[in-house]
């Protein structure tokens, strides 16, 4: 686990990352660094590599990347003194259902429930079965896209999935267990590997989960979501507050990125800072 050095934190900032590589793989120091942008004096970054990533020990799993986001949260807790109020959990790509399944994991403690400020997700996917049915390899070679007209040989194929990863469905349970959380959504139009419609889902997914009556269907969302356009560059789709529920749920498309660069984009940093309140 990698914590940016800080004489005294006042806010915290958990980072789960993609299925590969480690916390100084490649360019994922220099984005890490991007993530605090906003308001480096009061942003500080816990960056973690999973179970049998890196220099960690043991083995990778769905449950056991769950716990290793939770231990992390918890040390920042009851080690630093951070309030859960000034913590987020900033996922990409596999991170995202990392990032969702810890603040889920923590709201919905039976006995000390847990509320973070925000959970932010950048290139996420819906749920693991969806995501192998819509993934490209390197961008352009489909995995199980061809099998779409053929519903009984999806069903045989996703059935070996061990680890499904329903983000949609921890989802609708983590703004369910919470009075007031930041859901924010970010993903590129040109994200070649998990397409940005991914997004879409777990806007409606969110949106949803504030209903306290029948759940509403996607075109209704999608009418009532308040949506601004910023140019050529991105928009952001917006749950209204009056049908919020005291919660915060957005959902931003850049129009660049990809899939790796987005996260240091710095529409991206100012997002983070925001979401923190600051």
Sequence with gaps: ???HPTASVSHMLTHTHQNAGTVGSSWRP???????????????IIALDYRGFGLSSGTPSEQGLITDGTTAVNWAVN??????SRIAVVGQSLGTAVAIGTAEKLATHPTSPVELAAVITIAGFSNMKELILTYNIFGWLPVLSPLRPYPFLQRFFTRFIIDTWESDRRTASLIKSSKKLNFIILHAYNDFDIPWQHSDRLFVTAANATQPGNELTWLEIMGLREKTEFGEESYQNKWPIARSNGHSIEQWVVRWGGHNQVVAS????VIVAKALGL
């Design 266 to 269: 710095a529409g991206v940093s």
């Design 30 to 44: 220099t984005y890490l660094r991007s993530l605090s942008a906003g308001d480096p004096s009061k942003i500080h």
């Design 79 to 84: 080690t630093l003194g951070i309030s859960p």
């Design 1 to 3: 686990m990698y914590a």
